[in-house]
């Protein structure tokens, strides 16, 4: 178990690595390692970004996701994984989440994405 040397915080990431979440949540975990110090545990939250990556390129997600920009929250962590593993498989990962966001998302006629692929929400 990686631990911070902070109890307090230790327990936070124990609950926090033990619990099911959304790509977006993934993202956020992602970003906690890192701020953490835990390079090696990120490698792990980015793999299993990628792993769950939807064909048309958003990264977390689950089968039947509705989520349009969720995934995009794992674009940080999935960079430090291409980067410190040269695995060309995370950097293609990122290139097709970019690519979903630059020009395949759903969006307005203004530009601005929506938050769902069954809806016009933003």
């Known amino acids: 178990m990686w631990t911070t040397g902070d109890a307090t915080a230790d327990r936070?990431?124990?609950?926090?690595?033990?619990?099911?979440r959304e790509s977006w949540e993934?993202?956020?975990?992602?970003q906690a390692l890192l701020d953490l110090g835990?390079?090696?545990a990120a490698v792990l939250v980015a793999d299993a970004a990628v792993t769950r990556r939807r064909p048309d390129g958003r990264l977390g997600e689950?089968?039947?996701?509705?989520?349009?920009?969720?995934?995009?929250a794992c674009g940080?962590?999935?960079?430090?994984?291409?980067?410190a593993t040269g695995d060309p498989r995370y950097a293609a990962a990122l290139d097709a989440?970019?690519?979903?966001?630059?020009r395949r998302?759903?969006?307005?006629?203004d530009g601005t994405l929506f938050h769902l692929l069954d809806g016009r929400q933003v």
């Open 97 to 102: 989440q970019l690519d979903w966001l630059a």
């Open 76 to 83: 940080e962590v999935v960079r430090h994984a291409a980067v």
């Open 12 to 20: 936070v990431l124990l609950a926090l690595l033990t619990m099911q």
């Open 62 to 72: 689950w089968a039947g996701s509705v989520g349009a920009v969720n995934g995009a």
């Open 38 to 40: 835990l390079p090696e």
């Open 105 to 109: 998302a759903p969006r307005a006629a």
């Open 26 to 30: 993934q993202g956020i975990t992602g």
